[in-house]
């Protein structure tokens, strides 16, 4: 039975609604943006609502401590039995675990359907359903997927299309992991997704890959969404990140070791004349990663912009520097949207994906080159010097809209 036309297209536009996240709160609107934009041409009157694809805090609190019991279980076995530390055995455990965390977060989602509709009730009145971007797939120690999972079961069970938008996605490390990303992307209801990297995972775990695109990351239409423009300025922007990010993503760096690497750096440039500043995307232990940075080097506050609380603090604290040096990837995003060049730093190989897909004239900083401070000051020069190729970003941009605009055409049909 066909709905009434003139009823507006309702669409809900899910995102990692934490604290801490000025950034995933730029991908939301920008999204938002997006498809406004897009409605507009087709002359579609369309409502967009927001929604939260982090699980229900009552439910994820049960599943954090039960992950915690299996985590000293996992050490208490990789202490007493020497022969576990294999590393066939070590895959065998962390199989286990993640088994074991999944049944449990099942038996939770089972056990408490109240929580659940609760939660997810304002879905019903839906036309279409959409993860704005992220990486959803990417992060896997953060388990977004205990929140996606509950989404799609029920879209899928009220006859909702879903639509995935631009979202970070990489292979895990973990077997079972991998299974289970691949039958949450191929259930009924998704009927389309992009990526902003790792298109070819994607399309290996697809049953059809003609549902698969790889796009630009929402948060490149930041200076259209919020309408600003780069400051004049002569300052560096350093982007901070919790030190221990880098050993969570498998490369054998101590935080030491990072706190050094940013201070040599940090010299480097005020050795060689540049000013700079410290920042932060928002996340309250990067920031005081950067006050570490600054004690360290027995600077005052005024060397860390201060941290910013909100999607719009976080565009004009971006926006207030010549070019920036980030290890955060939307950082090094949005001063791309606002041709501010950007040199970021490699903790996980999306922000080198970026970088590629861009196809900057100058390197992003991986592993090998963390300590080397000349080189990184060199692309940063070049950064500076060849500037973003605007034609480039302006060929992307246009697909992306295209694409979009094909997903809102599906999104309307038979509604």
Not at 15 to 22: C, F, G, I, N
Not at 307 to 320: G, H, Y
Not at 358 to 369: E, H, L, T, V
Not at 395 to 414: H, P, R
Request: positive net charge; glycine residues 4%; contains cysteine.
């Amino acid at each position: 039975m066909k709905k009434n036309l003139l009823k507006p297209f309702k669409i809900i536009s899910f995102y990692a609604r934490y604290k801490d996240s000025p950034a995933d709160e730029l991908i939301s609107e920008t999204f938002k943006y997006l498809i406004r934009c897009s409605a507009e041409k087709q002359q579609k009157d369309v409502v967009l609502e927001d929604g939260s694809f982090i699980a229900p805090d009552e439910l994820y609190k049960k599943m954090q401590i039960f992950q915690k019991k299996l985590r000293i279980l996992k050490d208490i076995c990789l202490y007493k039995y020497r022969w576990m530390k294999k590393l066939y055995f070590i895959c065998i455990l962390e199989n286990f675990s993640f088994l074991a965390l999944l049944i449990y977060w099942l038996y939770l989602l089972k056990a408490n359907p109240e929580i659940l509709n609760d939660t997810y009730s304002f879905i019903k009145d839906a036309d279409l359903v959409c993860f704005s971007g992220g990486g959803i797939f990417q992060s896997t120690y953060l388990n977004f997927w205990t929140g996606i999972f509950p989404i799609l079961k029920y879209c899928d069970k009220n006859d909702k299309k879903v639509y995935f938008n631009a979202i970070g996605i990489e292979k895990p490390k973990i077997l079972l992991e991998h299974l289970f990303y691949k039958y949450l992307l191929n259930i009924k209801c998704v009927f389309a997704i992009s990526t902003r990297d790792d298109i070819e995972y994607l399309q290996s775990i697809i049953k059809d890959f003609r549902k698969c695109k790889k796009i630009l990351d929402p948060a490149l239409w930041t200076k259209e969404c919020y309408r600003v423009e780069p400051k004049k300025s002569d300052i560096i922007g350093i982007g901070v990140i919790r030190p221990k990010i880098f050993f969570d993503n498998g490369l054998d760096i101590t935080v030491n070791e990072i706190l050094e690497i940013y201070a040599n750096l940090i010299l480097h440039l005020e050795n060689s004349g540049y000013k700079w500043q410290l920042f932060s995307n928002g996340n309250r232990v990067d920031y005081k990663f950067g006050q570490d940075i600054l004690k360290h080097l027995e600077k005052d506050s005024s060397f860390l912009a201060p941290m910013p609380e909100t999607d719009i603090d976080l565009v004009n604290t971006v926006s207030q520097y010549k070019a920036i040096i980030a290890s955060r990837l939307h950082a090094n995003v949005i001063a791309t949207s606002l041709d501010i060049p950007s040199v970021g730093i490699i903790w996980n190989k999306k922000l080198e994906s970026f970088s590629k897909y861009m196809k900057f004239n100058w390197n992003y900083i991986d592993s090998d080159n963390f300590r080397n401070v000349e080189y990184i000051k060199r692309q940063l020069e070049s950064a500076i010097n060849y500037r973003i190729n605007k034609d480039v970003l302006a060929d992307l941009k246009n697909m992306t809209e295209n694409y979009i605009d094909n997903i809102l055409k599906k999104g309307f049909q038979n509604v």
